[in-house]
């Protein structure tokens, strides 16, 4: 699946104040490498329907056995003090074996004493790293695990039973190991086993990105999806929601070629854009290989979603705002001309220009878009006049948010209901704001 820059900051999977984003909502990574892994992951979603389930069953292997992870042992800590161990600049003992040793030893723990805390500290670090990937071993690895994870746990072990390994594991379990024995080992760790820990560190990263994503599905229970390959692209989604909300409201909706577009309407603030975002995110978590938030979702395989919802003008580029509606538009037809699957998600078209060019502008683009039988469209707009104009073409349907306006005091019931809105309420927003009253008291 295909997404730009633009619609991943349209539909806030990522965001500037990357706190207001979907990724830190579902970041549960406790490294600093597991994030920037994870970030991978959902900056490149998977390319086939094989992937995606292939990925699932990784999410839900490690959902079964989550409380066996080695999250206590392996720590961010954990690698950030391997990473310096690795690059630190302190001469290893020249003697590790024979009559030497103990002189060598000596010297280190007393005339360069900082170093010799230093590399203690790492010992205890890299026991941790050795016990926590030998606990994936025992718990993870097994016939059973899947593919993608099972890959990782097999390099693993190779990498893990080497022979300084095992013997720095066995003095470990024997008891305390001596300051002889760390700086023998740790001689031998930086001589002969840098490229194989730094492995090992990468391995952890892409393990921990997996299982954040796992916990992410656990913590908000999530719904992994089904995929169906059709010919034809279709969603089916039931009790959505949008999961930045705190509160928020659910709802169900089936797209499919026989009624691909979905034209809504409604009040500003009713819910229309936080709809078409709810879809959005669904199909795109839906296509990372993770669970949607929705009480169950089943769907095709999208080439790509791509989104016409926070348009802006670009002052230093001299291009006003309806300019940069209309490329924005062309790019959406160019990209979606390809036979390939689309979601299409367009908020307010053509806010800037007036009222009658903006119906004709709009008109023009859906009975265009109309013609694509290989996507799904959804619209929104305050021009309910068009929907008028729209009534007997075929595979539209009309959606509206319910608003009330009871006693001059608006309220939102954020239902999604069949039809065309028929509430004009931007002067009563006016009112209400006491927008008017100031007005009348201007001198």
């Known amino acids: 699946m295909e997404l730009d820059k633009t619609t991943y900051y349209d539909l ?12 830190h909502k579902l970041d549960f990574t406790t490294t600093t490498g597991g994030k920037d892994y994870l970030r991978h992951l959902y900056s490149n979603p998977l390319k086939d329907i094989a992937s995606i389930e292939e990925r ?19 720590s961010n800590g954990t690698i950030v003090v391997m990473e310096n161990y ?20 000596l010297l280190t723990k007393t005339i360069f004493s900082p170093d010799y805390s230093f590399i203690k500290f790492s010992f205890a670090q890299l026991l941790n790293l050795l016990k926590g990937f030998r606990k994936l071993e025992t718990n993870f690895n097994t016939d059973q695990t899947p593919k993608i994870l099972k890959q990782l746990l097999d390099r693993a072990h190779h990498l893990l ?20 024995q760390i700086l023998r080992y740790d001689h031998y760790i930086r001589k002969r086993q840098r490229k194989n820990i730094s492995e090992l560190l990468d391995i952890y990263r892409r393990l921990d990105a997996y299982y954040a994503m796992a916990k992410a599905v656990r913590h908000f229970k999530l719904q992994f999806p089904v995929f169906e390959d059709s010919p034809n692209p279709f969603v089916e989604l039931n009790n959505l929601y949008h999961i930045i909300l705190p509160k928020p409201v659910s709802y169900d909706i089936t797209m499919k070629q026989q009624s691909h577009f979905l034209f809504l309407t409604g009040a500003n603030m009713a819910g229309k854009t936080t709809f078409i975002k709810a879809v959005g995110v669904a199909v795109f978590l839906a296509h990372i290989g993770m ?18 919802i926070s348009v802006q003008d670009n002052i230093f580029k001299g291009e006003s705002y309806f300019y940069n509606e209309v490329q924005r538009i062309k790019n959406t037809i160019i990209k979606i001309n390809d036979n390939k699957k689309w979601l299409v998600l367009i908020d307010e078209m053509f806010k800037g220009t007036n009222v009658e060019d903006a119906k004709n502008c709009s008109l023009a683009v859906v009975n265009g878009l109309l013609k694509s039988t290989n996507c799904l469209f959804i ?7 068009i929907a008028e104009e729209l009534q ?16 001059d005091n608006l309220y939102f019931t954020y239902q999604l209901k069949d039809g065309v809105a028929k509430e004009k309420i931007g002067y009563l927003i006016l009112k209400r704001e006491k927008v008017l009253d100031l007005l009348n008291e201007i001198r």
């Open 291 to 308: 669970g949607v938030p929705a009480a169950n979702m089943k769907l095709s395989f999208f080439n790509g979603i791509f989104s016409n």
């Open 161 to 180: 039973y080497q022979k300084e390994f095992n013997d720095i594991i066995v003095a470990d379990e024997a008891g305390p190991v001596s300051f002889v």
């Open 12 to 23: 806030s999977i990522f965001n500037r104040e990357e706190e207001y984003s979907l990724f």
């Open 392 to 407: 007997n073409a075929q595979n539209i349907r009309f959606k509206y948010f319910e608003s009330q306006v009871i006693d």
């Open 86 to 105: 690795l690059e630190a600049q302190i001469e290893p003992i020249s003697n590790p074996d024979g009559i030497g040793l103990m002189v060598s030893a």
């Open 56 to 74: 699932q069953k990784v999410l839900q292997f490690i959902l079964q056995q989550e409380d066996s992870w080695p999250a206590d042992i392996i």
């Open 379 to 385: 619209l929104s707009t305050h021009l309910y006049e």
